[in-house]
């Protein structure tokens, strides 16, 4: 089936380590999102990227990095500078020239900071 | 700037009954598009419905309408009938520019559904 597979699903990271979340997805979608989301909070954009070795900063991208080598495929680090990085975050793709620009969610994957 | 708002942290609803879940936006651009969104407790989002800026008539899927109220700026989702898998929490979404994914997110509102 295709979809959007984030992993892990759930990561434990102690304080001045970095983490690297996975996100691939096979809708060949050519614009991929990242979300973080804080209990009880909407979603906020990190990073995003419209095309392969391309990516712009969303809204709160201090203390994260992402790379897009493959259209496939659109890793989140999670890097000491990130002040309050215990969230749960959220993969997404969408189709390039869509009508509606409808966001594929994966299941998320939540990281606590110890 | 662009926002969205969701003023109903919280709201019930007895099973069999109609909901509705207000949202309104704020935004100078002609061109965008309003989305529903709901979030169950296992954390995936699942795309519900969506209102063009331009579109006249209101969007309806199945049991969801979205109320689109242009010139209050409001998109309310309407669930008829709620079921008790209705219970997730639901959030309104504004598409920022146009052909683009990024989307501006409301804080949301949890809905509960009581048998």
């Known amino acids: 089936d295709g979809g959007i597979t984030q992993s892990p699903k759930y990561l434990f990271r102690k304080e001045g380590q970095n983490v690297t979340l996975s996100c691939e997805q096979n809708?060949?979608?050519?614009?991929m999102y990242w979300y973080r989301q804080d209990p009880g909070q909407g979603l906020r954009l990190i990073y995003y990227?419209?095309?392969?070795?391309?990516?712009q900063k969303g809204d709160i991208a201090e203390g994260y990095s992402v790379s897009r080598e493959k259209k496939e495929s659109f890793p989140l680090t999670v890097t000491s500078a990130q002040k309050n990085p215990t969230a749960f975050y959220l993969c997404?793709?969408?189709?390039?020239?869509?009508?509606?620009?409808?966001?594929?969610f994966g299941e998320g994957s939540r990281l606590t900071v110890l | 700037a662009q926002k969205i708002t969701q003023t109903q942290p919280g709201m019930f609803v007895q099973e069999k009954e109609a909901v509705t879940l207000d949202c309104t936006y704020d935004?100078?651009?002609?061109?965008?598009?309003l989305f529903w969104y709901k979030q169950p407790s296992s954390g995936e989002m699942i795309f519900l419905i969506y209102?063009?800026?331009?579109?006249?008539q209101n969007a309806t899927e199945g049991r969801y309408s979205l109320n689109f109220q242009k010139a209050r700026k409001s998109a309310n989702l309407v669930i008829s009938a709620s079921q008790l898998g209705d219970s997730a929490m639901y959030f309104c979404?504004?598409?920022?520019?146009?052909?683009?994914?990024?989307?501006?997110f409301g804080q949301g509102t949890t809905l509960q559904v009581k048998p």
């Open positions: 979404a504004m598409r920022e520019g146009w052909n683009t994914g990024k989307l501006i």
């Open positions: 809708l060949n979608h050519d614009a």
């Open positions: 209102q063009g800026s331009y579109d006249e």
């Open positions: 997404a793709s969408s189709r390039d020239r869509s009508n509606t620009g409808e966001l594929f």
């Open positions: 935004t100078s651009d002609q061109s965008y598009g």
């Open positions: 990227s419209q095309i392969v070795n391309d990516f």
